[in-house]
């Protein structure tokens, strides 16, 4: 196994939407779940991405993982190596895009990276270097009140220089909007400053292609899903990769279908919506699990007899104020705990049942979907929407699986993602 690009993303969606990603622009891409060991399946790509669930955890485990991630592309030939983190910059001011950047540079021996989490087709961009959601900086939008990684600073510079021991410096917009040259002289310029991480400004495609092929000679790359898209082309320009048409091929999937939501977030609400009116659908309620009762059980003998005719929908999906109300009576984490555990066993009953194509909604509940059903490596295949791709599990029995981040897709999402697979 040699690979081009080798790629560790903080978290189960995020990983598939770079290698989504990666394949739009002609490299064929694996996806592993967790670090590759002696079970994992012979992977035949252009470029490997490395799943981890590292985005939240203590900064010195995200640390140790990311390592031995990094230590195992490497091992592969990897000529290029890039940290995948959300396009909101998730992160507490303890970590762990910081501490992770500075632990990968220091393997890479380089004393220079960029880090770029624009993503304008998802309405993620970066100015000055300040990062906004739409028309909104980021600290003034909904990410303001994450749970887990509330952001309530938009400046980048800012964030990221509370986070690591390495000074951090800004590619301005109007240096971006010079073209390749011009950004690689300013990446050059701060280097010889002493600053080790350049926030770089995007605020659409043609600058992420433009601040790509200016990274074609750094070791290490760091950013969301967008910065992606230009790097392919650097590997063509050195004769590495092909351009055939066939990046995104999967083989055919026969068999039943579903849909599983356990995102609470809005876009998923309305996608839910969406679903409802056309096939049938299962509430998971995660009090009625806390007090006893087999949802599990009842949710796989609610499916099997629908699965002939079309497929299904089994959500946790919840309002705002249900999700509060839930979570004041269980806690926060018991009650995030419940739902994945129940969604993912329900998956596994799924398959059992005959499901092959099998969309999820929500970075949390699809990583449990993926642990529960045992899947080490992923085949990226064709868009459904911007970040999110249809894949197939490289182990039998074969499964098509839709991996979607919570806020991610069109309100017809499911329908559309569906109606993709003959």
């Known amino acids: ?41 012979g992977i035949d790509a252009d470029a490997v991405v490395i799943a981890l669930k590292s985005r939240t955890i203590p900064a010195q485990e995200a640390v140790a993982q990311t390592l031995a991630a990094q230590c195992w592309l490497a091992a592969q030939g990897c000529q290029q190596f890039f940290f995948k983190y959300c396009s909101t910059f998730d992160s507490t001011d303890e970590g762990n895009i910081g501490p992770v950047t500075d632990a990968l540079l220091y393997a890479l021996n380089s004393d220079f990276t960029i880090a770029c989490p624009a993503f304008p087709q998802n309405h993620r961009t970066v100015y000055k270097g300040h990062l906004f959601v739409g028309d909104t900086l980021l600290s003034e939008s909904s990410m303001r009140h994450h749970p887990l990684t509330p952001m309530q600073d938009s400046n980048l510079v800012r964030v990221l220089a509370r986070q690591t021991r390495r000074p951090v410096g800004l590619v301005p917009f109007e240096t971006v909007r010079g073209g390749p040259e011009r950004i690689k002289t300013a990446f050059e310029a701060l280097r010889k400053q002493g600053v080790a991480v350049g926030i770089v400004d995007a605020l659409d495609d043609a600058d992420l292609h433009a601040i790509g092929a200016a990274a074609a000679d750094l070791s290490l790359i760091t950013g969301g899903s967008g910065i992606a898209m230009g790097l392919p082309e650097n590997f063509r320009r050195q004769r590495l990769l092909s351009v055939d048409g066939h990046a995104a091929d999967l083989p055919a999937i026969k068999g039943h279908s579903a849909v599983i939501a356990g995102s609470c977030s809005a876009a998923t609400r309305e996608q839910v919506a969406v679903m409802q009116a056309q096939h049938p659908s299962f509430q998971i309620d995660p009090l009625a699990i806390d007090q006893g009762r087999d949802l599990v059980a009842e949710a796989l003998a609610w499916a099997r007899p629908k699965l002939a005719t079309g497929p299904v929908l089994i959500y946790a999906t919840a309002t705002p104020d249900q999700v509060r109300s839930i979570q004041e009576q269980l806690g926060v984490q018991q009650a995030g705990d419940l739902v994945e555990e129940t969604l993912s066993r329900i998956a596994q009953g799924l398959v059992t049942a005959g499901v092959r194509k099998l969309v999820v909604a929500g970075g949390e509940t699809s990583g449990a979907v993926v642990k529960a059903l045992e899947v080490r490596a992923l085949r990226i ?42």
């Open 1 to 41: 196994m040699t690979f081009l690009l080798g790629c560790i993303a903080d978290d189960f969606t995020g990983a598939t939407d770079l290698a989504g990603m990666l394949v739009n622009a002609g490299m064929r891409t694996v996806q592993v779940i967790g670090i590759p060991d002696e079970a994992t399946p």
């Open 381 to 422: 295949g064709p868009q459904i929407d911007p970040g999110v791709p249809w894949t197939t599990t490289l182990e039998e029995p074969r499964i098509a699986l839709a991996l979607k981040s919570g806020n991610f897709g069109a309100p017809d999402f499911f329908l559309k993602a569906l109606r993709m697979l003959p």
